[in-house]
């Protein structure tokens, strides 16, 4: 039985076609608009940052399996990035404020291990820190160090992908497993392409990544040129990897200006 105490176009107010599309979030979450959650997921991080006054990044990646109180090669990981982020935002220019651009800001996936490590090394400096993390089956949360203002979530790889790389004036690469893989060689990637521009790129503890990467089997190969292995260099531990970035990044800065 209709409701005799309501409004005759109670139908149309209630229908889902009524609602302005903004306010739809069946409509939003629709196939149709999956271009729109793209652009969002692009225009919410890039309003916040700008806000912010950040200029320009320094990317971390590495193993969230890695833990400080871990085994032994995996506490000293934890330790270099943390030591890492500490220095390089202390020194890089991401204490700057007050109308100054943010620069050399650290970037994480935003989750736990090496990631958790270099958020809390700019804590440990009175930084800002990034995390970008990203919607998982099983659920990633954040971790407690990155600031929370800065803290985003996106549901498409290739755009939380796309956010690290365009602010990023380098990337500093602890071990880790296939995700690390995957990040380090998308930016080697567009490094080697020219779609990128150029950034250092630090692989932290040599006998690690040559270990598990023979690079110079893709150069016998003709896979690579001579060039594309240059790309990247190798830092003993974190404070050795801005040891490496810190002349590079200085002139960034002053060219920037």
Do not use: C
């Amino acid at each position: 039985m209709s409701d005799p105490d309501a409004a005759p176009n109670a139908a149309q107010l209630a229908a889902a076609a009524y609602r302005t599309p903004a306010a739809d979030e069946a409509f939003l979450m629709s196939d149709s608009m999956r271009g729109v959650r793209f652009l969002m997921e692009f225009a919410k991080a890039d309003g916040i940052l700008r806000d912010w006054g950040v200029a320009s990044t320094i990317v971390v990646f590495g193993s969230s399996r890695v833990a400080e109180d871990g085994p032994p090669d995996h506490a000293r990981w934890y330790a270099e990035a943390r030591r890492f982020a500490e220095l390089a935002s202390r020194e890089g220019g991401s204490l700057d404020g007050e109308g100054e651009p943010r620069r050399n800001v650290i970037a994480t996936g935003g989750g736990p291990g090496i990631m958790a490590a270099a958020n809390r090394g700019a804590v440990d400096a009175g930084a800002p820190s990034i995390g970008f993390n990203i919607s998982l089956p099983g659920e990633q949360e954040p971790n407690a160090w990155s600031t929370p203002e800065l803290t985003f979530r996106f549901h498409y790889f290739a755009m939380r992908k796309m956010h690290l790389a365009m602010r990023a004036n380098a990337l500093v690469v602890f071990p880790g497993g296939f995700g690390t893989m995957d990040e380090l060689f998308e930016i080697l990637t567009l490094r080697q392409t020219g779609k990128m521009k150029p950034v250092p790129v630090i692989l932290v503890d040599e006998a690690y990544w040559k270990g598990l990467i023979r690079f110079e089997t893709l150069l016998a190969h003709g896979f690579v040129s001579p060039g594309d292995l240059e790309l990247m260099q190798f830092a003993v531990d974190g404070a050795d990897a801005w040891r490496r970035l810190a002349p590079e990044l200085a002139v960034r800065v002053g060219s920037a200006a």
